[in-house]
């Protein structure tokens, strides 16, 4: 008995304790309530000051607007564009109109640039090709990638990749001039014409091999076989010692090659960095652009906390003066 009468005194408690918390919460929002009420005028001099405060800072702050240009790097050409990416957003910082006399008619477009970004697009293809298979190491680093993805991004790996992104944020008044602008200085580089012109050349051996190497494999084929003169069935010598199977995957996959091989090779005309896609300038949105909004809502909130401070300290320095009484 005594145990259960315990337990409905404790239960009272409780329900007295979370009825007088309800009761303390209502009186403070009546307080509010009527505090906001009496000050209306303070209140909405306070939302009208946060409201100007951000229309002005919305309307003389800096529009921007980006652009992501999707490029083929060619002819061992990563490092070299990736530092000149670092030196170009220096020069445009600077305000260096000297430094950029090579593309002196985009200066109007490429001096609203606020920044300009590259990194890799990662394709594990890229890595195969461009290493060697036995290389341990990079077995090793393939496997941790699985856990930890920055690492495909190491310098070990950034000049294996073709495929780059570079990001241009500038301001709304720039043009597409920008855009060129940044192309023109990455191709403008006279060494590297002098490589892509012997790089096309390499390349077009390269493929006129490929080709030669599949006319071979084909007549290969044919001669293993033999067709009736009708040309209704062919019949294949499978006592031969050529491995049919081998040659047929050789072909299919210098096909293959010939496709990517012949769209480098378009690229490359282009310039060292060829650019893939359509870029275009757009506007970048943020929450946090809309001042207007967000100020007069912040002002608020700091208003009331301001007032409540004030009214603990009132409260705090009452039951001060009454202790010392």
């Known amino acids: 008995m005594s145990t259960n009468k315990s337990d409905e005194l404790d239960l009272m408690f409780l329900y007295q304790k979370v009825k007088d918390a309800y009761k303390a919460i209502l009186l403070g929002l009546y307080r509010w309530v009527v505090f906001l009420i009496k000050f209306w005028y303070v209140a909405l001099l306070v939302i009208l000051i946060g409201y100007g405060i951000g229309y002005y800072q919305e309307k003389n702050a800096v529009k921007l607007k980006e652009t992501t240009v999707l490029v083929q790097l060619s002819f061992d050409s990563v490092d070299y564009v990736y530092n000149d990416i670092v030196s170009l957003k220096r020069k445009i910082n600077e305000g260096d109109a000297s430094a950029l006399g090579e593309v002196k008619e985009y200066h109007g477009d490429l001096f609203k640039i606020g920044n300009i970004a590259i990194e890799p697009l990662q394709d594990v293809r890229d890595l195969a090709t461009g290493v060697e298979s036995n290389n341990r190491n990079v077995d090793v680093f393939l496997d941790l990638s699985k856990y930890e993805e920055d690492l495909l991004l190491s310098d070990m790996f950034l000049s294996q990749y073709k495929l780059h992104k570079i990001t241009i944020t500038a301001t709304r008044e720039a043009g597409k001039g920008a855009i060129t602008g940044v192309l023109a200085?990455?191709?403008?580089?006279?060494?590297?014409?002098?490589?892509?012109?012997?790089?096309?050349?390499?390349?077009?051996?390269?493929?006129?091999?490929?080709?030669?190497?599949?006319?071979?494999?084909?007549?290969?084929?044919?001669?293993?076989?033999?067709?009736?003169?009708?040309?209704?069935?062919?019949?294949?010598?499978?006592?031969?010692?050529?491995?049919?199977?081998?040659?047929?995957?050789?072909?299919?996959?210098?096909?293959?090659?010939?496709?990517?091989?012949?769209?480098?090779?378009?690229?490359?005309?282009?310039?060292?960095?060829?650019?893939?896609?359509?870029?275009?300038?757009?506007?970048?949105?943020?929450?946090?652009?809309?001042?207007?909004?967000?100020?007069?809502?912040?002002?608020?909130?700091?208003?009331?906390?301001?007032?409540?401070?004030?009214?603990?300290?009132?409260?705090?320095?009452?039951?001060?003066?009454?202790?010392?009484?």
């Open 185 to 325: 200085y990455l191709n403008s580089n006279k060494h590297y014409d002098v490589i892509k012109e012997n790089g096309i050349k390499n390349l077009n051996l390269e493929l006129d091999g490929m080709k030669k190497s599949i006319t071979a494999i084909d007549s290969i084929l044919y001669g293993i076989s033999k067709v009736r003169q009708d040309g209704s069935q062919t019949y294949v010598n499978t006592s031969s010692v050529v491995n049919l199977h081998s040659l047929v995957q050789e072909k299919t996959k210098l096909i293959k090659d010939i496709q990517y091989l012949e769209t480098d090779i378009l690229r490359a005309k282009e310039g060292i960095v060829s650019v893939i896609n359509k870029p275009q300038f757009q506007r970048t949105a943020s929450f946090f652009d809309s001042k207007s909004k967000i100020y007069p809502v912040v002002f608020f909130i700091f208003f009331l906390i301001t007032v409540s401070l004030i009214s603990l300290f009132k409260k705090l320095k009452k039951e001060d003066e009454v202790s010392k009484k």
